[in-house]
């Protein structure tokens, strides 16, 4: 048994000995029945009196640690016993951390997701249906291929692969994402581009480089909740702004800003989650120019920018972006596959300076293994393969949907089927608490994702979103039913 004693602490030794043993046995480095040395054996071995030793065991026999058998020795006991020092250290009452956690914490919506977490597990022990991950179902992903591509990046780049790298990406990565935006209406230069660790990492980066507790911040009145816990820790003032069936509202935003300064507007304007809905082309322009005459930033997040069902892109607002007002997200962890967790940015010069050194503290640079096993990906014509299948089968999934939906859902709830991206919206009569629905589906096997979830100001009730990427094609239409058998219960129980 070692035990190391520290005579220049201001512990006394007896407090030391009685310690480092406490640490071998909740540690089971001294497994229950072990036989401690004798007393005095141990007081030679450590260079102390054997009254410090007996003083030590003392303390560990009253704590219930160690019991003492006459004329056999000290062994260390089977199980503490519930009086010991072991429980009742965690009977006590705990540290409070209540006054030390950061204001910018409480105000996250961090509480209401890890309650939707387990409230999005089914009721059921039976296999359910999920139609509130946006995880693609395990078909689409390219296995095979990506495992290629890391070899052929590993042969390619060898030891550069293995290196410390470049905070902005690794560089022949970023020297090809000029060409990919190009086809996207976006010009720019290296100098312009960042990879990052998904769009989690280029939100927070963000939002660290502008946000000051108070700053107004934008957001469409439905939005990524993850979006906004960033806002929110940063103490941001979010507000929200209406959507309708052509994306944001312009009038709305206009009326604001005759009163108001925000610091920047986060939007989804293709495919936005969670509504599915695109915004027109004609807002798309008025809400550039505005942003240029008004001085503040957008932050355009552009996700699913590829999964369109028709392959017909629409331009991002980047591509209008005259001033640099504009800061792009793209994605290839919601095209591709969401384990490798890889985003870009896409800004002016400057911005893109600072985002790199807030980068450097926080994981200096992103995998470089996986950024050359991206690249090899492109290279090998790979990425329009595995989109080109994905679109069809999101498009026959969401196809399966819709017509369930006409099936079996009540004449009360409206829906639009989006034109592409992962998600169907459904509108529910105010009488209706989606909430209050999925409590019951989850009962029955299925789980979708209530309004609450993206609400930005005080929730009101109003509809409920459906991925239609994770379960299986033929199960969608049965997790249709049961939502609208409930659906039509509820009506009928509240008229």
């Given amino acids: 048994m070692i035990i190391e004693l520290d005579r220049n602490d201001k512990i006394p030794l007896y407090r030391q000995v009685e310690q480092r043993i406490s640490a071998l046995i909740t540690e089971k480095l001294l497994p229950p029945g072990s036989k401690l040395p004798a007393t005095r054996d141990l007081a030679l071995s450590l260079g102390v009196s054997r009254n410090t030793v007996v003083q030590a065991y003392q303390e560990l026999e009253a704590e219930g640690l160690i019991s003492s058998r006459v004329g056999r020795g000290s062994f260390v006991t089977p199980y503490p016993p519930?009086?010991?020092?072991?429980?009742?250290?965690?009977?006590?009452?705990?540290?409070?951390?209540?006054?030390?956690?950061?204001?910018?914490?409480?105000?996250?919506?961090?509480?209401?997701?890890?309650?939707?977490?387990?409230?999005?597990?089914?009721?059921?022990?039976?296999?359910?249906?999920?139609?509130?991950?946006?995880?693609?179902?395990?078909?689409?992903?390219?296995?095979?291929e990506f495992g290629e591509c890391l070899q052929a990046a590993v042969r390619r780049h060898r030891g550069a692969l293995l290196a410390t790298g470049y905070p902005c990406g690794f560089e022949p990565l970023l020297e090809y994402l000029p060409s990919l935006l190009a086809?996207?209406?976006?010009?720019?230069?290296?100098?312009?581009?960042?990879?990052?660790?998904?769009?989690?990492?280029?939100?927070?980066?963000?939002?660290?480089?502008?946000?000051d507790p108070g700053d107004m911040v934008l957001l469409q009145h439905l939005t990524y909740p993850a979006a906004l816990g960033v806002f929110r820790s940063l103490q941001a003032n979010c507000t929200a702004i209406p959507m309708d069936e052509e994306g944001l509202c312009i009038d709305v935003l206009q009326r604001i800003l005759r009163f108001r300064r925000p610091k920047l507007l986060y939007i989804v304007p293709t495919f936005h989650n969670p509504t599915g809905t695109n915004l027109s082309v004609q807002r798309r322009r008025q809400l550039v120019e505005l942003a240029e005459r008004s001085g503040f930033l957008i932050v355009e997040d552009d996700y699913a920018h590829d999964l369109a069902f028709d392959g017909r892109e629409a331009f991002p607002l980047k591509s209008w972006d005259g001033t640099g007002a504009i800061i792009h997200l793209g994605s290839f962890s919601e095209t591709l596959f969401p384990g490798i967790r890889l985003s870009w940015i896409a800004a002016s010069k400057p911005i893109i300076e600072r985002l790199s050194l807030l980068k450097q503290s926080s994981d200096l640079y992103t995998s470089r293994i996986i950024q050359g096993a991206l690249l090899e990906f492109f290279r090998r014509g790979y990425y329009d393969k595995v989109l080109k299948r994905k679109r069809q089968v999101h498009m026959h999934r969401c196809d399966s949907m819709v017509k369930a939906m006409e099936q079996h859902f009540p004449d009360a709830v409206r829906w639009s089927k989006p034109k592409g991206g992962l998600f169907q919206w459904v509108d529910i009569p105010d009488s209706l608490d989606a909430l209050a629905l999925l409590l019951r589906t989850r009962e029955k096997g299925v789980v979708f994702t209530p309004d609450r979830m993206f609400a930005v100001e005080e929730w009101s009730r109003g509809g409920f979103r459906l991925a239609f990427t994770a379960p299986e094609e033929q199960r969608i239409p049965e997790g249709i039913r049961i939502i609208g058998d409930t659906l039509k219960d509820i009506l009928v129980s509240t008229s």
């Fill in 82 to 144: 519930a009086g010991s020092s072991i429980f009742a250290a965690k009977a006590r009452p705990g540290m409070n951390y209540e006054g030390l956690f950061s204001s910018g914490w409480a105000r996250m919506n961090a509480g209401l997701i890890s309650v939707f977490e387990q409230l999005a597990r089914p009721g059921t022990e039976a296999p359910y249906i999920d139609l509130a991950s946006d995880q693609p179902h395990p078909s689409l992903l390219p296995v095979e």
């Fill in 183 to 211: 086809r996207r209406n976006i010009l720019c230069r290296l100098e312009n581009l960042m990879v990052v660790s998904g769009l989690q990492q280029a939100l927070s980066l963000i939002g660290r480089l502008f946000i």
